[in-house]
C-alpha cells in the first residue's frame, strides 16, 4: 500500500502486506523445485537432501506467515471486501508451498530418477508451472492498490489482464503435462513398474502445484465480482 494513503491514514497497517509476504514465500518453496530437480536428475542426492531441506525451511516460514495472517488480520477493520474472502486466498496460496514440498520429499525418499529421454520435457514442464506461482505473486501483489481503488476503474482492468494470463500459463502445464504422460506411456514397459506408477504420481503433482496457483488468481477473480 502507498504510504500516507487515504485508506492508510483511517485505518493504519495494511493488513494485506503479509498476505503478499505470504504468496512471496510459497512461490520461494515452488522456484526451489528448480535446483531440486537437477540434482535429482544428475543423480547427487547430497545435493537434493540439501535443497529438500532448504524447501522444508521455506514451507514452515510459509507456515508460520500463515498463522501470522489469520491471527492478526482485525475482525473489526473495514474493507471492501471480507475478511474470510482474504483468508481463503492465504489459504490456497499456502497449497503452493505445501505441493512443492511434496514433490521434494517424495522424490528425495525414494530417490527417483526422471529417465533421460523425459528430463528435457520433464524440467520445462516444471518451469511453467512455477511461472504460474510467479503469475500469482504478481497479481496478489496488486490487491493493495485494488484496496485503494475500492476495486473500481484502471486496477481492475490490469488484475483482470493479469489472472487472463495466469488462467494462459496453466492451460500451458496442462498440455506439457499430457505429452509428458504420452511419452512416459510409450517408454513404461522398459522402466520397473513402481517407478512408473510413483513418476505418474510426480507429474500429477506438478500439474496440481499449478493448478494451486491458478486457484489464488480465482479467489482473487471472486474478489473483483463482489
Same mark, same amino acid.
Given at each position: 500500500m502507498v504510504a500516507n494513503s487515504p485508506f492508510s491514514r483511517m485505518f493504519g497497517r495494511s493488513p494485506i502486506g503479509p498476505i503478499q509476504e505470504h504468496i512471496s514465500k510459497a512461490?520461494?518453496?515452488?522456484?526451489? =523445485?528448480l535446483p531440486f530437480i537437477d540434482a535429482a536428475m544428475a543423480g547427487d542426492w547430497e545435493e537434493a537432501k540439501r535443497l529438500q531441506k532448504a524447501l522444508s525451511a521455506l514451507e514452515e516460514e510459509a507456515d508460520r506467515l500463515k498463522k501470522n495472517v489469520r491471527l492478526s488480520l482485525p475482525k473489526s477493520l473495514f474493507l471492501p471486501v471480507p475478511r474470510n474472502d482474504l483468508l481463503d486466498i492465504v489459504t490456497v496460496q499456502d497449497k503452493v508451498a505445501n505441493r512443492a514440498k511434496d514433490i521434494a520429499g517424495l522424490m528425495l525418499g525414494r530417490q527417483m530418477m526422471v529417465p533421460a529421454p523425459l528430463q528435457g520435457a520433464f524440467r520445462r514442464y516444471l518451469e511453467r508451472s512455477i511461472e504460474t506461482s510467479a503469475q500469482a505473486v504478481k497479481a496478489i501483489h496488486e490487491l493493495d492498490e485494488l484496496l485503494e481503488t475500492g476495486f473500481r476503474g484502471r486496477e481492475v482492468s490490469v488484475v483482470e489482464a493479469m489472472i487472463e494470463e495466469l488462467d494462459k500459463i496453466e492451460g500451458d502445464t496442462d498440455d506439457l503435462q499430457v505429452a509428458l504422460r504420452r511419452a512416459l506411456f510409450k517408454m513404461e514397459q522398459d522402466l520397473p513398474p513402481v517407478d512408473v506408477m510413483f513418476l505418474y504420481r510426480v507429474i500429477d503433482w506438478v500439474g496440481d502445484l499449478?493448478?494451486?496457483?491458478?486457484?489464488?488468481?480465482?479467489? =482473487?477473480? =471472486?474478489l473483483l465480482a463482489r
Open positions: 512461490h520461494e518453496c515452488a522456484e526451489q =523445485l499449478a493448478d494451486r496457483a491458478s486457484r489464488v488468481g480465482s479467489r =482473487l477473480q =471472486l
